[in-house]
């Protein structure tokens, strides 16, 4: 177990290395605002809603529009799978614009599992993505047609932790700090010549409103290799969340 530990975490490392060695690297800065929601139905299930505000040049123009929504599956206190449906338009922006805006259907699994540890709290995130991403090509009128969908597959790892400041844990009135790192790899058929697809760092203040809602404001650092493992986009990425959880179990009367 060990050694095949030791292989993966080589194997990791040797990609990082190969990925940080591209010559063709560019800087941006980018702006995300974005809303967070898993909205209780039972005491095992709950509806996962989201939608990110991707901008380019912090808020100047467009970056993406993504919307995810999802069926949350509690299988214990710490632990909850969700499966789900994510609506993505990406935008021509930065130095290494796409040709055309384009469309992306994308199915995702995921598996989270928490720990707390004293004043710390640990979140380990799993994803699996199967993503139909819209080829388009040149009318040559000055627009594009599209040809077709492209299906790729990626796998995706985060490790989050959340310490709050000032109070003993999450609670309401605490100010936290997050930080995070999350890698994406991609698998199956139409790889491109990066297994290697992304890694993100982030750090962050939080605020915790109530026992249903926190802000974040932070600082994420997004290292994206483009499909000919030459071109990289390094971008400096500033970032606003809200989360709000509501409640739409019914009320148990009283006798």
């Not at 095992?44 to 123009?61: A, G, M």
């Not at 935008?91 to 290494?96: I, K, R, S």
Request: hydrophobic share 35%; charged share 20%; aromatic share 16%.
């Amino acid at each position: 177990m060990f050694k095949n530990l030791l292989i993966t975490i080589v194997f990791i490392l040797s990609l990082s290395n190969m990925a940080w060695s591209q010559k063709n690297i560019s800087h941006q800065n980018n702006g995300w605002y974005m809303y967070f929601g898993n909205h209780k139905l039972s005491d095992k299930y709950s509806l996962h809603t989201e939608y990110q505000w991707r901008r380019d040049e912090v808020i100047k123009d467009w970056q993406q529009s993504l919307t995810r929504i999802g069926l949350d599956y509690k299988l214990a206190p710490s632990a909850m799978v969700t499966a789900g449906y994510g609506y993505i338009v990406t935008h021509p922006y930065g130095d290494q614009p796409v040709p055309f805006k384009f469309h992306e259907h994308r199915i995702w699994e995921q598996l989270i599992l928490t720990q707390n540890v004293g004043r710390f709290y640990f979140n380990h995130r799993f994803r699996l993505e199967q993503r139909y991403i819209e080829n388009r090509i040149d009318d040559g009128a000055g627009s594009s047609d599209r040809d077709g969908y492209t299906h790729k597959k990626r796998a995706r790892y985060r490790f989050m932790v959340n310490v709050p400041i000032n109070k003993s844990s999450m609670e309401k009135g605490a100010i936290f700090v997050s930080v995070y790192d999350e890698i994406f790899l991609q698998y199956g058929p139409n790889v491109d010549k990066n297994y290697l697809d992304q890694n993100r760092i982030y750090g962050a203040l939080g605020y915790v409103l109530s026992p249903n809602a926190q802000i974040q404001a932070g600082y994420l650092n997004q290292y994206v290799i483009k499909g000919n493992a030459i071109d990289v986009e390094n971008n400096h990425t500033l970032q606003f969340s809200l989360t709000y959880h509501f409640d739409f179990r019914k009320k148990k009367t009283e006798d």
